[in-house]
């Protein structure tokens, strides 16, 4: 049988029929994989679930004729998963989750399957671990449920016989980059594998109005393992992200075509599983220091969901001809760009100091609403000079050193009251709104501020 090989990008699947030093899709240098393909390989459109070859021809309709309908959602049993996924699990939906290893998807998984087994049937496949391991995880987990399947399983045909004999309601790939189809040459994970079984994956999800769910590895970048067609082919993605020596983990959607891609869900890893945490505030600043200078609490939004954070600095004298500075939950260039603020608009001689900054419990800060805590707590440390402990700030910091308005304020500095704080620092821009929406006794405990300087005012 003859065959031919193609040169794919392990980044972002780009076919060339030759090998390229650096790839046209990407830019990413040296990615190209050699991998054989049959000339007379079969078309993955025929199978046993509704696409045969011969179908009628879909036509074309008008905006105005095209009926729509609410997506259908079923609760999952777990909140933080059903807020991140929108409301729940919509049928027929394909669903990539994906995370470092050990940072609990499988767990995820299992649980999940466990809640949908108890009025559904559920077929979970695993490629890499057998089934008497998984029994193992289900006991610990305090899981037993008479409709869910367990299957160990790495070819593709051999799954969708017994998907067809079963007909789950629910299905659960463990992982896509171990299963692979027999007509295809190149080892499983490869390019052709992973977009393939996808294909027929997604085939199945649609055919049979099924929801499925596929468990992807990452790279060491943090991308996922694979080509990038595999995130373009799905539905919705999820990454698990959290340290593995934190107990805390972070759930968050990054693709949702049946909702947003703003929420998160917060899980703390136990003995016994995955944990929602549905007051991630109160978790997060369990255990804060009293009295101690370089410590700050932000109040910031994920999605529609306000969480207060704590932000430590650590500003010591250093020998060193180029100070140090790291950043840990923060991007790093934006806390040296603050730095270079201080330095420039409020007197602070940082040249020859090293600073270290940190969210506490393993979180990461991606808005700049966190900016006026970043400068707090690096302006308490290098004064040693203690932030009020009641008080929450966040403000986004301009180049001149002014402090600017940002988004929900009302939403933050509702849940920095109902969190016990005495005290707000606002910035100056959002001061009207904040008069209209607030009662007259919370005005009296919100500080507006428009510069950096008048932060210890």
Known sequence: MKSKSVFFCTECGYESSGWLGKC??????????????????????????????????????????????????EATGIGELDRVLGG????????????????????MMLMLSGNMAKSKNVLYVSGEESAQQIKMRAQRLHISAENLYIYSETIISNIEDEIERIKPDYIVIDSVQTVYDEEISSAPGSVSQVREITCRLMKIAKGMNVSVFIIGHVTKDGGIAGPRVLEHMVDTVLYFEGERQQSYRILRCVKNRFGSTNEIGVFEMREDGLAEVKNPSLAMLEGRPTNAAGTAVVCT????????????????????????????????????????????RAGYKMCDCDAYVNVIGGMRIYETAADAAIAAAIMSSYRNKIFPEDTVIFGEIGLTGEIRSVSQAEKRVKEAFRMGFEKCIVPKGNEDSLRKNLDKEDIKKISFISSINEIFE
């Open 24 to 73: 046209p899709g990407c830019q990413s240098w040296n990615t190209f994989a050699e991998e054989k393909i049959k000339n007379d390989k079969k078309s993955s459109g025929g199978n046993s679930f509704g696409f045969t070859g011969v179908h009628e021809q879909p036509k074309a309709a008008t905006l105005s004729n095209i009926t729509s309908e609410t997506a259908e959602r």
């Open 88 to 107: 729940g699990i919509v049928k027929g939906s394909l669903i990539l989750a994906a995370g470092d290893p050990g940072i609990g998807k499988s767990t």
């Open 301 to 344: 939004l994920e999605g529609t969901r306000p969480m207060l954070l704590e932000v430590q600095a650590l500003v010591s004298n250093t020998t060193l001809s180029n100070p140090r500075r790291m950043a840990t939950g923060l991007d790093y260039n934006r806390v040296s760009l603050l730095i270079a603020v201080l330095e420039k």
